[in-house]
Nanobody, 124 residues
């Protein structure tokens, strides 16, 4: 599986961005998908995840109510809609995919494939 993110950029605080992650491979529909972010000098952290059906969705507390994750298995795409952006949301955002397995969606070690990342910068 190859993952390619797009949609990052520079936005003012309070603005919105929509990140996209395009996946290759016929097994996309069986994978759970996650978004993570990494700010300079910090560890990569969980942002949001969605299971293969889209029926289970998880968010980090810091983005709950502002970000929305969604997916379209027919188009092999997952999105992260980011509203009410804050300067502290500034980071490189990564899309990740995991094969069906038990375990938390919050840990980077439980994801099998990663995109190259897209930069999101929120100015104050």
């Amino acid at each position: 599986v190859q993952l390619v993110e797009s949609g990052g950029g520079l936005v003012q605080a309070g603005g919105s961005l929509r990140l996209s992650c395009a996946a290759s491979g016929r097994t996309f529909s069986t994978y759970s998908m996650g978004w993570f972010r990494q700010a300079p000098g910090k560890e990569r952290e969980f942002v949001a995840a969605i299971n293969w059906t889209g029926g289970n969705i998880y968010y980090a507390d810091s983005v709950k109510g502002r970000f929305t994750i969604s997916r379209n298995n027919a188009n092999n795409t997952v999105w992260l809609q980011m509203n009410s952006l804050k300067p502290e949301d500034t980071a490189v955002y990564y899309c990740a995919a995991r094969r069906p397995r038990a375990g938390s969606y919050y840990y980077t070690s439980l994801y099998d494939y990663w995109g190259q990342g897209t930069q999101v910068t929120v100015s104050s």
